[in-house]
């Protein structure tokens, strides 16, 4: 089992040039990326989406990037002799024209910037992607082993809520026959009774197919059984990976075979039992929103 909150880091360094990742983990009902990347790994966003993809499934998982220290970059000088030897042309032409005695020197041309100068090369996708990556991993590695842990925590506290339902539920299970029978009388003695005062004569084959159906009205047996398997299966999803979504729906099946339950057994005493076993599944639901 696995949760959906927990906090990841990582972080890689290159001499002075240092990458941390930090991964954040919280509830959701689907898998949602929040990326903050600095302008310089900007175009890697669809990469680290796809990255984040493989580990997780179910989640708001929020990644920022952050780095200290100058990385690498090589830089290309650019000289454009074309227009230096013009230059050269132009300046002893007007040096003569003007009759100076000085004789023009190799500073003399370093003064025009457009014969000289240095440009930063364009970033390679697959360099930022290399300086990147290890520490983005490093950081959802941790954040998965945090879910984890806490899944481990969240699978304790669910198992003793579920053994508390189980309890309760096998109260009910002592009281069914007594009460089935108490309610099935009661019934018998109403309709009676009732066809007594009007002093009507019935047809005893409808009389008793209608005694049939009234009597499953206030036999709870299939609601119970239901709830009993969809407890035996809550115990058994929990083993399985990525299970909070059928965790939660056997949530509400549970609460809802509790429910009619109740109705049908017209039990103060078993109505007592089902409104804690109604809490105890909130309890169990309201833990299910944080598996994954």
């Known amino acids: 089992m696995e949760s959906m909150t927990g906090f990841g880091k990582g972080v890689a360094q290159y001499g002075n040039f240092v990458i941390t990742v930090y991964a954040k983990s919280v509830n959701s009902r689907y898998l949602d990326m929040v990326l903050r990347l600095p302008k310089r790994y900007a175009f890697l966003e669809e990469r680290i989406r796809k990255k984040i993809a493989e580990f997780f499934r179910r989640g708001k998982i929020e990644i920022q990037l952050k780095y200290s220290g100058e990385p690498v970059q090589e830089k290309e000088v650019h000289i454009d002799f074309a227009l230096a030897r013009r230059l050269k042309s132009a300046l002893v032409k007007l040096k003569d024209e003007l009759g100076f005695d000085q004789l023009l020197e190799f500073s003399d041309l370093l003064r025009f910037r457009e014969i000289l100068f240095i440009e930063e090369q364009e970033e390679d996708l697959e360099k930022l992607w290399q300086e990147v990556e290890p520490a983005l991993i490093q950081a959802l590695q941790n954040l998965k082993s945090a879910r984890k842990k806490e899944g481990e925590y969240l699978k304790e506290v669910l198992l003793t ?132």
Do not use: P, W
């Open 161 to 292: 809520h579920l053994n508390e339902l189980k309890n309760l539920v096998s109260q009910i299970e002592t009281l069914k026959d007594e009460t089935i029978k108490t309610n099935t009388e009661k019934l018998k003695k109403r309709i009676n009774n009732l066809l007594k005062e009007m002093k009507l004569e019935t047809d005893q084959q409808r009389f008793y197919q209608e005694m049939v159906y009234l009597m499953d009205r206030v036999d709870f047996t299939e609601e119970l059984e239901r709830l009993k398997v969809h407890i035996s299966h809550f115990e058994k999803t929990m083993e399985e990976e990525m299970c909070g979504k059928k965790l939660d729906f056997l949530c509400q099946e549970m609460f809802r075979e509790a429910t009619t339950m109740s109705n049908k057994a017209q039990s103060s005493e078993i109505s007592f039992i089902v409104v804690h076993i109604k809490d105890f599944i909130e309890k169990l639901r309201e833990q299910v929103q944080n598996v994954a």
